[in-house]
């Protein structure tokens, strides 16, 4: 069996609400194309869809039950097993005892419930809106049917209203199509539409990175110290750029460390991560000084990273980072393409 690592057991969760969104579109074809007025018909798509959203939300609290105690927990211990190697005279807690304390359990309780209410409160909103486009639906049949009665009858009938009524469904109808079954309110105000699985994505990933940094911050206090790392992987990201693989004081009392003023994850889907740094260790290997005048900026390369590009190389003037470092920057939002497929066949333009 291959090795757990986040990236492999999130795209298991990916491909679980892949398949609920499937089904989900299944049935929002059925919408976009039925013509039946009665309740029973629409109830039953109502009560499809509820089931749909509930096992959405069950597939993705299982998940952040099991994953993120088994990466927090994952991550305390090799941090243990690093400070053991790198420096011996630091006295470490026993990793098996030290995960039963209490203040692990709390972080963990923490972490867990902010992650499903995230997902949660989006796939309520956006379970809400679908049940709002069926009704809709429902609507505009009962209205059809009416006029294609009176036109029967030698009837002038107003169809202006239908068009209009038609318009709002369809706006509405199209970002389901894109198998867009979350919906969110963003800082403008503005309703946002999601896809089930890159939300999640999104969600797991930031809770994962959260954890780390949660875990190591615990992990600084148990071993007594007060300073940590942030990773490097030569980012594109200006925000990010500026604490890479610098160190920062916890308590920001440290006089050769700045205070950790932000850590990661800096914004959603971040890939940064803090490991512990004994102060003591930096002296034995002398390499406090270049530590400390890189986090306060007084020089520009990393220590004892090759790979490092200063960032000041790494960005144009304009703040914009230079071609190279483009490919960079992964954007892991895939467009549906129900819409595309379907759009033509169901004349949902008009
Ligand atoms: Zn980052």
């Not at 007594?224 to 750029?241: C, E, I, K, R, W």
Request: hydrophobic fraction near 35%.
């Amino acid at each position: 069996m291959a090795k757990k690592t986040p990236t492999n057991s999130i795209s298991l969760l990916t491909k679980k609400l892949n398949k609920i969104e499937k089904q989900l579109n299944d049935l929002t074809i059925k919408i976009a194309t039925s013509t039946d007025t009665t309740n029973s018909f629409w109830n039953n798509i109502q009560r499809e869809a509820t089931i749909l959203y509930e096992e959405a939300r069950i597939v993705f609290s299982s998940w952040t039950k099991l994953n993120v105690p088994f990466f927090y927990k994952k991550n305390i211990q090799e941090q243990i097993k690093k400070i053991k190697t790198s420096f011996r005279n630091i006295p470490v807690p026993l990793f098996s005892k030290y995960i039963n304390r209490d203040i692990h359990k709390q972080t963990l309780a923490a972490l867990i419930n902010d992650a499903i209410a995230v997902y949660v409160s989006g796939t309520d909103m956006g379970q809400k809106q679908y049940i709002r486009l069926l009704r809709q639906t429902q609507q505009l049949n009962v209205l059809e049917k009416e006029i294609n009665q009176k036109l029967a009858e030698g009837f002038q009938a107003n169809k202006s209203v239908f068009g209009a009524k038609k318009k709002l469904r369809n706006d509405l109808l199209k970002k389901f199509l894109d198998g867009k079954y979350i919906s969110l309110v963003d800082k403008n105000g503005e309703i946002e539409h999601w896809q089930l699985d890159t939300y999640a994505e999104l969600v797991a990933r930031t809770k994962l990175i959260q954890a780390t940094t949660d875990g190591t911050v615990n992990l600084a206090l148990g071993v007594g110290s007060d300073l940590v790392q942030v990773s490097s992987h030569n980012t594109a990201t200006p925000f990010d750029a500026q604490f890479e693989g610098k160190i920062f004081s916890l308590s920001g009392k440290d006089p050769d460390f700045p205070a950790a003023a932000f850590l990661p994850p800096f914004h959603p889907n971040c890939q940064h991560t803090i490991t512990v740094v004994i102060k003591e260790a930096l002296e034995v290997t002398g390499t406090l000084k270049a530590q400390s005048d890189f986090a306060n900026d007084k020089i520009g390369q990393m220590p004892n990273r090759k790979s490092f590009i200063p960032v000041n190389k790494r960005f144009t003037k304009a703040g914009n980072f230079t071609k190279s470092f483009s490919n960079h920057l992964v954007n892991s939002f895939g467009e549906g393409s129900a819409a595309k497929k379907f759009g033509n066949k169901l004349n949902i333009g008009d």
